[in-house]
C-alpha cells in the first residue's frame, strides 16, 4: 500500500470518527421521553427544557428506572441537524413530584429539533391525575410540546373514561394537565349510558368531572327521553345534570315520537329526578291537547308531566282559542287538569270572561270551576254575574254562578242591547 493509499485511509477514519460523534451530540439533545425501548421510561422535571435520549445503561438526570438497551434510527448526513426517528416506542411525562401526567405508546415517533416538536404515529395510553387514569385514549398522531406539558392527538381520536363509561370521539384532543382540562373537538361525539352528544367541541374539567359543549350542541338523554338544542351546554356528570346557559330547545319524546316541546333562555335538566327547570321567556308547548303555557321561570316534570309556576303565567289552548292568565299555576297533563291560582282572568272567542282568586280547568269536559270573587261577563247578550263559585263551559258561554257555600248573594246586571248600541 502506497503512502497515498495510506493518507486516504486515514482521512476516511476520522471521518467516520467525527459523523459519530457528531450524531452522539445531536442524540444527546433529544427529549428524554423519546425511547425506541419497550420499557417505561418516566420524565420528571422539564424546567427549563432538558433533552435527552437514553441509550443502553444512560439516564437522563437523576432518574433511578434502569432502561433496556436500544438506540435511534442513524440520522442521514444531510439531516442529522434536523430530526430523529425511532420504532415501538413508549414516551411518558410526569409532574415535579414524579407522578406520571400522561403515557403514550406508538409504533414510531420523531424528533424534529428546530420546532423542539415530537410527533409519534398510531399513538394510544392514558392521561393521569394524581397519578390515577382519568381518560384511555388513542388516535392516528400525536405531537408534544413545551417540554411535554401539552400533548395534542389528532386523527380519529377515542377517548375513554374507565370510570364513568363517557367515550368522546372527534379528530383532535388536547391534554392540558396544568389547568386539569381535557378538550376534544372536531366532529365530536360523545356516548354514555345516560347521555348522546354532537358538538364543535368538549371541554372537560376532569378534576371537578363537568363536560363543557360548546357549538352546534345537539344532546339526546336516554332517560327521560328528551333531546336539547342550544349553543352551549353543561354537563355535570357526577351531579346528573345538564345546564344550559344560553337560549335552549327541548324536545320531549314518547316511543320516539315528540309530544311537547320547551324553550327558554336558561334551562337545567336533573337526569337524576327527570325535572327540567325552563327560566326567561319560558314557553312549553303541549301538541296533545294543543297548548301553550307561557311563564318567566317553569318546572317540567318529564315523567309525571306536570308543570309548575311560582310566577305569572298564560295558558292557551289552541283548539278551543281560550286564554287563561294568573299569578302562578299547576298543569297536571296525565290527568288533564290545570290549576290556576290568583287574579285569574279567563278569555273566549267571543270576549266573554271569567274573573275568579282560583280555577280548575278540566281539559277532557272543557269545563271550569272558580272560587273566591268571581265575576263572569259576555258580550251577547249583554250580561254579567257576580258571586262567590261558577262553573260552566266558558266556550259555549254555559256558566252558572252562586254564592258558594255561606249563601252569598249572586248579583246580575243585565244590559239592554239599545243602551249598549247608544254607547251607555
Known amino acids: 500500500m502506497t503512502q497515498q493509499d495510506r493518507n486516504r485511509v486515514e482521512a476516511s477514519k476520522e471521518t467516520r470518527e467525527t459523523r459519530e460523534i457528531k450524531r452522539k451530540g445531536e442524540l444527546a439533545k433529544i427529549p428524554s421521553h423519546f425511547s425506541r425501548s419497550r420499557s417505561l421510561i418516566p420524565l420528571f422535571l422539564f424546567f427549563p427544557l432538558t433533552f435527552c435520549l437514553i441509550i443502553g445503561l444512560f439516564a437522563c438526570g437523576d432518574q433511578t428506572n434502569k432502561v433496556t438497551k436500544s438506540s435511534a434510527e442513524t440520522p442521514s448526513a444531510h439531516n442529522v441537524d434536523s430530526n430523529l426517528n425511532f420504532f415501538d416506542v413508549t ?117 371537578e368531572q363537568h363536560m363543557e359543549f360548546n357549538g352546534g350542541v345537539v344532546a339526546n338523554s336516554i332517560q327521560p327521553q328528551v333531546q336539547m338544542r342550544t349553543e352551549h351546554l353543561i354537563w355535570q356528570i357526577k351531579e346528573e345534570k345538564l345546564v344550559g346557559d344560553r337560549p335552549i330547545k327541548i324536545d320531549r319524546y314518547q316511543n320516539n315520537q315528540i309530544t311537547d316541546r320547551g324553550k327558554g333562555d336558561t334551562a337545567e335538566v336533573n337526569l337524576k329526578t327527570k325535572i327540567a327547570t325552563v327560566n326567561k321567556n319560558a314557553q312549553i308547548e303541549l301538541l296533545d291537547p294543543p297548548m301553550q303555557i307561557a311563564s318567566n321561570s317553569m318546572s317540567w316534570n318529564l315523567n309525571t308531566e306536570t308543570i309548575i309556576t311560582n310566577t305569572p303565567v298564560r295558558v292557551f289552548h289552541r283548539a278551543k282559542n281560550l286564554t287563561v292568565t294568573a299569578n302562578q299555576g299547576e298543569m297536571q297533563m296525565q290527568q288533564n287538569t290545570v290549576y290556576l291560582t290568583g287574579n285569574v282572568n279567563s278569555i273566549g272567542q267571543r270576549g266573554q270572561t271569567l274573573h275568579s282568586n282560583t280555577l280548575t280547568w278540566y281539559l277532557n269536559t272543557n269545563l271550569l270551576a272558580a272560587q273566591g270573587n268571581v265575576v263572569y261577563h259576555q258580550v251577547d247578550p249583554p250580561l254579567s254575574f257576580t258571586g262567590q263559585q261558577a262553573s260552566g263551559n266558558l266556550e259555549q258561554e254555559n256558566i252558572v254562578v252562586n254564592g258558594g257555600n255561606s249563601g252569598g248573594r249572586v248579583f246580575t246586571q243585565i244590559i239592554p242591547k239599545e243602551s249598549k248600541d247608544n254607547g251607555e
Open 91 to 207: 414516551l411518558e411525562q410526569a409532574d415535579e413530584v414524579g407522578r406520571p401526567i400522561w403515557k403514550v405508546r406508538a409504533k414510531r415517533a420523531k424528533y424534529t429539533k428546530e420546532k423542539q416538536l415530537g410527533q409519534a404515529e398510531s399513538p394510544y395510553g392514558e392521561l393521569y391525575q394524581d397519578g390515577k387514569v382519568i381518560y384511555q385514549v388513542q388516535g392516528q398522531q400525536a405531537d408534544i410540546k413545551e417540554d411535554g406539558k401539552q400533548l395534542i392527538l389528532r386523527g380519529k381520536i377515542v377517548a375513554t373514561d374507565p370510570h364513568n363509561g363517557v367515550v368522546m370521539r372527534g379528530n383532535e384532543l388536547e391534554w392540558r394537565p396544568k389547568e386539569d382540562l381535557l378538550i376534544v373537538r372536531d366532529k365530536l361525539n360523545v356516548t354514555h349510558k345516560q347521555l348522546q352528544a354532537v358538538a364543535q367541541e368538549a371541554r372537560v374539567k376532569t378534576r
